[in-house]
């Protein structure tokens, strides 16, 4: 009898520690599931609801993790300095422009395409300006700066790697074409496929997002935060300076 006892005892005690694990093991899917919430929620950033450039368009925000992002598209179509921006020259490698589209209602989907000198308000004789350090305002309104390739990759991993983060910075919009996975968890990023403005005109519309980073490769290209219509992915990759991509601004912090 006290042999039998002895072995109930041990048969509690193991389911005792089951359960216990088992509690523990939802407990942590639970704060993971709350943590997820809270990083994808979409919600804007505290105290910057709304924030407005330079010519007085206002564009909505957005909190991922610690970052504070625009959720659109900038639309400016003069350099908050004063710089000289020409439409839709002849391409040269640095002379700031931007592609405005036909459409006015484009404009306010998709926002306007600069390429990398517009975007970080500079000219060819300082093309080397790349952050790495500090911020590179650029464009954007005050208090903010075009984002650095690191900082690009910081959002990426927020949402899961690059292998994950495009099915989560999309817009859930017919707008993407060809769409190949079903957006999970959109985070309130938004990315537009405004596509890219080329020696060709404006090419993959529909099917790209490309957004300049503030970080410089060499003398010809600069790196950007690419997100696709046909896989989940977003990373950085390269491109022509002289090319024309949408920007998105970051708070300072």
Same mark, same amino acid.
């Given at each position: 009898?006290?042999? @039998? =006892? #002895?072995?109930?005892?041990?048969?509690?005690?193991? @389911?005792?520690? #089951?359960?216990?694990? $088992?509690?523990?093991?939802?407990?942590?899917?639970?704060?993971?599931?709350?943590?997820?919430?809270?990083?994808?929620?979409?919600?804007?950033?505290?105290?910057? =609801?709304?924030?407005?450039?330079? *010519?007085?368009?206002?564009?909505?925000?957005?909190?991922?993790? $610690?970052?504070?992002?625009?959720?659109?598209?900038?639309?400016?179509?003069?350099?908050?300095?004063?710089?000289?921006?020409?439409?839709? +020259?002849? =391409?040269?490698?640095?002379?700031?422009?931007?592609? +405005?589209?036909?459409?006015?209602?484009?404009?306010? *989907?998709?926002?306007?395409?600069?390429?990398?000198?517009?975007?970080?308000?500079?000219?060819?004789?300082?093309?080397?300006?790349?952050?790495?350090?500090?911020?590179?305002?650029?464009?954007?309104?005050?208090?903010?700066?075009? +984002?650095?390739?690191?900082?690009?990759?910081?959002? =990426?991993?927020?949402? *899961?790697?690059?292998?994950?983060?495009?099915?989560?910075?999309?817009?859930?919009? $017919? @707008?993407?074409?060809?769409?190949?996975?079903?957006?999970?968890?959109?985070?309130?990023?938004?990315?537009?496929?405004?596509?890219?403005?080329?020696?060709?005109?404006?090419?993959?519309?529909?099917?790209?997002?490309?957004?300049?980073?503030?970080?410089?490769?060499?003398?010809?290209?600069?790196?950007?935060?690419?997100?696709? $219509?046909?896989?989940?992915?977003?990373?950085?990759?390269?491109?022509?300076?002289?090319?024309?991509? #949408?920007?998105?601004?970051?708070?300072?912090?």
């Amino acid at each position: 009898m006290h042999f @039998l =006892f #002895s072995h109930v005892k041990i048969f509690a005690k193991i @389911l005792l520690f #089951s359960m216990l694990v $088992s509690f523990c093991q939802m407990a942590v899917a639970q704060m993971s599931d709350r943590v997820d919430t809270l990083l994808l929620s979409g919600l804007p950033c505290k105290g910057h =609801f709304i924030i407005t450039d330079h *010519q007085g368009n206002t564009y909505r925000t957005v909190q991922i993790g $610690s970052q504070c992002w625009m959720a659109e598209n900038m639309r400016c179509t003069t350099s908050p300095t004063g710089r000289h921006w020409y439409v839709n +020259p002849s =391409f040269t490698s640095h002379t700031p422009i931007f592609s +405005p589209y036909v459409k006015e209602h484009r404009v306010e *989907q998709y926002g306007n395409l600069y390429n990398w000198a517009a975007a970080m308000d500079i000219d060819e004789r300082n093309y080397k300006k790349a952050s790495s350090g500090s911020y590179h305002r650029g464009i954007c309104p005050a208090g903010w700066h075009l +984002p650095t390739a690191d900082e690009w990759t910081v959002l =990426f991993n927020t949402l *899961q790697g690059t292998r994950k983060a495009g099915s989560m910075m999309k817009c859930p919009s $017919s @707008l993407w074409e060809s769409q190949a996975v079903t957006l999970d968890k959109e985070c309130g990023f938004s990315a537009m496929p405004a596509g890219t403005f080329t020696e060709e005109g404006l090419v993959n519309l529909g099917f790209n997002a490309q957004f300049w980073s503030a970080t410089s490769f060499d003398r010809n290209m600069a790196w950007y935060c690419g997100v696709y $219509s046909y896989n989940n992915n977003s990373e950085n990759n390269l491109d022509y300076k002289c090319y024309g991509c #949408s920007v998105r601004c970051l708070r300072d912090e």
